[in-house]
């Protein structure tokens, strides 16, 4: 009989997790809906003095001890005194927008271009608020009269395609992101924003360029490495994957995400070597995957898998039970301990598995399956049928399934039973040579002689080293031989 115990390995899905979010600021003094700079003035102990600098200078923030409050009073009295100061509608819009004050900033800088309409920071600030506020429309014309007066200011490129991108004009955007990175190639923001937007679009190989330039620029930015190693591994990448998700440990060791997806890479990379016959190098990829989740169940499956294949029977049980610590419902791994335990001859333990594999879940066809080959072993033949009939139940067209209960059924002399298994597994598979000597033993049993020799003959054409079906078809021969001379004898004595 086929000796043939099911062990079951886990392929883990590469189940993504979502973006990080596209780049919210680009690299410079601009950001996306930034606070802006302002054009200081230098407030002196008893009174405003003159008017420093007119230029964009050092980014927005109050002086030690001054409020902003305080400082929007002391510009509004500025106003007051010269409603025209461009400088101080300029900086009262800077900080009316800083403080959420939207519509009063827009007003101020609104001011500043009936006083300067070529005021292109002005604009930029504008097309900022209105981003904010989701006037994406408003965003978009604002950013352009920005680049109609200053055409070589990548920040306001970026933003622009940030406007496209937050409209859902995705190819707007990456126009945008693109002149961007003409003006200034390493805005790593506008590079990222780009990805980001390739990778929805399904430009898995655009979306890993862009990264690998972001990162190029921003080396050490764990999030933008994450992003850029799960890139890979939706392109296909596995090792470059894993060489990434290493490096944003090496300057995070914690970085849960980064050890969950290196975990998982590591072990759909011992079960591709497993397959490949390659099983210390999958081992060692197991060994890798526990590194970096030591509570991943499917991993101590898997290990233990390659270690029944080594012949390593003792290791097989200790990590499928490590696995039954973890997961104490998971029921691959009792069906994978029962298979270790057959290894060791130790049944009643086997038994025990494969039964606790189906109390968690009883059509578990691979439990059904195994305990069909101990019942049979144990001579225990009803119980066997029972469980092979269960394991059709579930899956029809098991062809190994189907030989041993074809063969159970010939032990039992269920001959027509029997018949229907083999010929059942020769409809899917004409080239299964044991079907071919078990179909020729059941012709021959039925006195089907000539049968049951065409049978072992396809057999042997299949598998000329069957050696069974060679003495099968001997023993067809004699028989064959002595019921012609039972016939001849016959002949004659009617003469």
């Known amino acids: 009989m086929l000796r043939h115990f099911k062990t079951e390995r886990c392929h883990q899905q590469t189940h993504l997790p979502a973006s990080h979010g596209k780049g919210e600021k680009p690299a410079g003094k601009k950001m996306f809906f930034p606070v802006g700079t302002i054009r200081y003035f230098f407030f002196a102990m008893l009174g405003v003095s003159s008017f420093l600098c007119t230029s964009r200078a050092i980014p927005a923030s109050p002086e030690e001890g001054i409020t902003d409050k305080e400082i929007i009073r002391k510009y509004q009295k500025i106003i007051l005194q010269e409603p025209s100061h461009l400088n101080a509608h300029f900086n009262l819009g800077i900080l009316y927008s800083r403080n959420g004050r939207f519509d009063e900033a827009v007003r101020e800088f609104n001011k500043v271009l009936e006083i300067n309409p070529n005021d292109a920071e002005a604009y930029y600030n504008l097309g900022n608020i209105f981003n904010k506020k989701a006037l994406f429309d408003e965003a978009i014309m604002s950013y352009k009269k920005a680049l109609a007066i200053n055409p070589d200011d990548a920040e306001v490129f970026h933003n622009l395609g940030n406007a496209y991108a937050r409209k859902g004009m995705a190819d707007d955007a990456i126009s945008s992101y693109k002149k961007a990175v003409e003006i200034k190639p390493n805005l790593a923001e506008s590079h990222k924003s780009m990805a980001y937007l390739y990778k929805q679009k399904g430009q898995l190989s655009d979306a890993v360029s862009s990264f690998e330039k972001a990162v190029n620029f921003t080396p050490r930015d764990i999030s933008l490495l994450f992003d850029l190693a799960s890139s890979y591994e939706l392109n296909g990448s596995q090792h470059n994957a894993i060489l990434t998700y290493e490096r944003a440990l090496a300057l995070?060791?914690?970085?849960?995400?980064?050890?969950?997806?290196?975990?998982?890479?590591?072990?759909?990379?011992?079960?591709?070597?497993a397959l490949q016959g390659r099983k210390d190098e999958a081992i060692a990829a197991y060994k890798e995957a526990l590194q970096n989740n030591e509570a991943f169940k499917e991993v101590y499956n898997n290990l233990g898998a390659t270690y029944v294949d080594k012949g390593m029977i003792d290791d097989a049980i200790a990590t499928y039970k490590k696995a039954i610590e973890i997961s104490p419902d998971f029921g691959e791994a009792y069906n994978n301990l029962g298979v270790a335990y057959t290894k060791n001859r130790a049944y009643d333990d086997a038994l025990s598995a494969f039964k606790k594999a189906l109390a968690l879940n009883k059509n578990h066809a691979g439990a059904h399956f195994n305990l069909g080959v101990i019942y049979a072993d144990k001579g225990m033949n009803p119980e066997a049928i029972a469980e092979y009939n269960e394991v059709l139940r579930l899956t029809p067209n098991d062809l190994s399934a189907l030989y041993n209960r074809g063969v159970l059924f010939l032990e039992t002399g269920r001959l027509h039973d029997a018949l229907a298994d083999m010929k059942k597994i020769l409809e899917h598979n004409p080239k299964v040579a044991a079907a071919?000597?078990?179909?020729?033993?059941?012709?021959?049993?039925?006195?089907?002689?000539?049968?049951?020799?065409a049978e072992y003959k396809r057999a042997l054409e299949i598998s000329p080293g069957l050696q069974e079906a060679f003495q099968s078809m001997e023993e067809s021969y004699q028989l064959k031989e002595k019921t012609d001379k039972h016939k001849t004898i016959g002949k004659v004595k009617q003469k």
């Open 252 to 273: 995070d060791p914690h970085h849960k995400e980064a050890k969950n997806r290196l975990a998982m890479l590591y072990n759909n990379k011992g079960v591709s070597l």
């Open 436 to 453: 071919h000597h078990k179909l020729g033993d059941i012709y021959q049993k039925q006195g089907r002689i000539d049968d049951a020799i």
